[in-house]
Protein backbone atom coordinates (compact mmCIF):
# COMPACT_ATOMS: atom_id res chain seq x y z
CA UNK A 1 0.00 0.00 0.00
CA UNK A 2 1.16 3.57 -0.51
CA UNK A 3 0.40 6.48 1.77
CA UNK A 4 1.03 9.71 1.71
CA UNK A 5 0.97 11.73 4.82
CA UNK A 6 0.59 15.44 5.27
CA UNK A 7 1.63 17.68 8.23
CA UNK A 8 2.05 21.46 8.89
CA UNK A 9 -1.01 23.01 8.42
CA UNK A 10 -2.93 25.20 11.00
CA UNK A 11 -4.69 28.89 10.99
CA UNK A 12 -1.70 31.62 10.69
CA UNK A 13 -2.14 35.43 10.22
CA UNK A 14 -2.17 37.19 6.70
CA UNK A 15 1.94 38.04 5.79
CA UNK A 16 2.67 34.68 7.78
CA UNK A 17 4.17 31.45 7.07
CA UNK A 18 3.94 28.23 7.06
CA UNK A 19 5.91 25.10 6.23
CA UNK A 20 3.73 21.75 4.69
CA UNK A 21 5.03 18.32 4.53
CA UNK A 22 4.19 15.58 2.50
CA UNK A 23 5.87 11.89 3.29
CA UNK A 24 5.36 9.14 0.88
CA UNK A 25 5.47 5.41 2.55
CA UNK A 26 4.83 1.75 1.40
CA UNK A 27 6.17 -0.46 -1.03
CA UNK A 28 7.66 2.11 -3.37
CA UNK A 29 9.53 1.54 -6.61
CA UNK A 30 9.97 4.80 -8.13
CA UNK A 31 8.53 8.42 -7.74
CA UNK A 32 8.18 10.74 -10.26
CA UNK A 33 6.35 14.19 -10.37
CA UNK A 34 5.22 15.68 -6.61
CA UNK A 35 3.08 18.57 -6.15
CA UNK A 36 0.58 20.49 -4.03
CA UNK A 37 -3.08 21.35 -4.77
CA UNK A 38 -5.58 22.88 -2.88
CA UNK A 39 -9.34 23.54 -2.85
CA UNK A 40 -10.92 26.31 -1.10
CA UNK A 41 -14.49 26.22 0.01
CA UNK A 42 -17.41 25.61 -2.83
CA UNK A 43 -14.53 25.92 -5.37
CA UNK A 44 -12.83 23.39 -7.38
CA UNK A 45 -9.14 21.62 -6.90
CA UNK A 46 -6.64 23.75 -8.27
CA UNK A 47 -2.90 23.34 -8.91
CA UNK A 48 -0.80 24.58 -6.43
CA UNK A 49 2.80 23.82 -7.75
CA UNK A 50 4.59 20.83 -8.81
CA UNK A 51 8.55 19.63 -9.26
CA UNK A 52 10.15 16.93 -11.18
CA UNK A 53 12.38 14.31 -9.96
CA UNK A 54 15.28 16.75 -11.28
CA UNK A 55 13.91 19.17 -9.50
CA UNK A 56 12.40 21.51 -12.11
CA UNK A 57 9.11 23.63 -10.41
CA UNK A 58 6.16 25.63 -11.52
CA UNK A 59 3.65 27.65 -10.13
CA UNK A 60 0.06 28.85 -10.26
CA UNK A 61 0.53 32.44 -10.87
CA UNK A 62 -1.24 33.39 -7.27
CA UNK A 63 1.28 31.85 -5.36
CA UNK A 64 4.37 32.83 -7.45
CA UNK A 65 6.98 34.38 -5.48
CA UNK A 66 5.62 33.40 -2.09
CA UNK A 67 5.61 29.85 -2.32
CA UNK A 68 8.30 27.49 -2.65
CA UNK A 69 8.54 23.82 -2.82
CA UNK A 70 11.05 21.28 -2.57
CA UNK A 71 11.66 17.45 -2.30
CA UNK A 72 14.16 14.89 -0.94
CA UNK A 73 14.45 12.46 -2.78
CA UNK A 74 16.01 10.05 -0.27
CA UNK A 75 12.93 10.99 2.04
CA UNK A 76 10.28 10.34 -0.62
CA UNK A 77 9.22 13.71 1.28
CA UNK A 78 7.83 17.11 -0.18
CA UNK A 79 7.44 20.31 1.02
CA UNK A 80 5.47 23.38 0.36
CA UNK A 81 7.10 26.66 2.13
CA UNK A 82 4.24 29.37 2.28
CA UNK A 83 5.41 33.16 3.19
CA UNK A 84 3.29 35.92 2.59
CA UNK A 85 -0.07 34.30 3.56
CA UNK A 86 -3.18 35.82 2.02
CA UNK A 87 -6.80 35.35 3.26
CA UNK A 88 -7.42 34.07 -0.27
CA UNK A 89 -4.88 30.87 0.51
CA UNK A 90 -7.50 29.47 2.69
CA UNK A 91 -8.12 25.98 1.51
CA UNK A 92 -7.29 22.42 1.98
CA UNK A 93 -3.74 21.56 0.97
CA UNK A 94 -3.19 18.32 -1.22
CA UNK A 95 0.30 16.37 -1.74
CA UNK A 96 0.06 14.56 -4.88
CA UNK A 97 2.44 12.39 -6.65
CA UNK A 98 3.36 10.07 -9.64
CA UNK A 99 4.31 6.54 -8.59
CA UNK A 100 5.34 3.79 -9.24
CA UNK A 101 4.95 0.62 -6.85
CA UNK A 102 7.20 -2.14 -6.74
CA UNK A 103 5.66 -5.31 -9.32
CA UNK A 104 4.16 -2.55 -11.75
CA UNK A 105 5.17 -1.19 -14.36
CA UNK A 106 3.39 2.42 -14.63
CA UNK A 107 2.97 5.38 -12.31
CA UNK A 108 -0.44 5.96 -11.05
CA UNK A 109 -1.48 9.44 -9.44
CA UNK A 110 -2.00 9.05 -5.33
CA UNK A 111 -3.26 11.96 -2.88
CA UNK A 112 -2.83 12.57 0.55
CA UNK A 113 -5.71 12.97 2.74
CA UNK A 114 -5.33 16.91 3.09
CA UNK A 115 -4.14 19.46 5.57
CA UNK A 116 -6.10 22.81 6.49
CA UNK A 117 -4.63 26.11 6.11
CA UNK A 118 -6.49 28.82 7.35
CA UNK A 119 -5.23 32.64 6.88
CA UNK A 120 -7.15 35.20 9.09
CA UNK A 121 -6.61 37.60 11.30
Known amino acids: QVQLMESGGGLVQPGGSLTLSCVVS????????MGWYRQAPGKQRELVTTITTEGMTNYADAVKGRFTISRDNTKRTVYLQMNSLKPEDTAVYYC???????????????WGQGTQVAVSS
Open 26 to 33: GNIFSING
Open 96 to 110: HAEIRVTGSWFHHDY
